[in-house]
């Protein structure tokens, strides 16, 4: 089964936004670690999340055009 280009570009941004994600969750992770990400590590966190949200609705809508 051959995947032509476009999915390949498809499946290629969807996982380096992916893999952002899971770097800014690690990031936020040793930066709070101390605190056990109360107060704003665990804020921070959310925002990481909701921001993650709003970039795949971002990106889904550019690559459906």
């Known amino acids: 089964m ?3 280009a ?3 570009q498809k499946i ?3 996982v380096v936004s992916v893999g952002f ?3 800014l969750i690690v ?3 040793v930066a709070y670690n ?3 990400l109360a107060g704003n590590g665990g804020l921070i966190l959310v925002g ?3 921001l993650f949200v709003l970039v795949m609705g971002v990106v889904g ?3 459906d055009r």
């Open 48 to 50: 990481t999340i909701a």
């Open 27 to 29: 990031g936020v992770g």
């Open 61 to 63: 809508v550019l690559l």
């Open 2 to 4: 051959a995947i032509d």
């Open 34 to 36: 101390e605190s056990g």
């Open 21 to 23: 994600f899971i770097a």
């Open 6 to 8: 476009e999915m390949r």
């Open 12 to 14: 290629l941004v969807s």
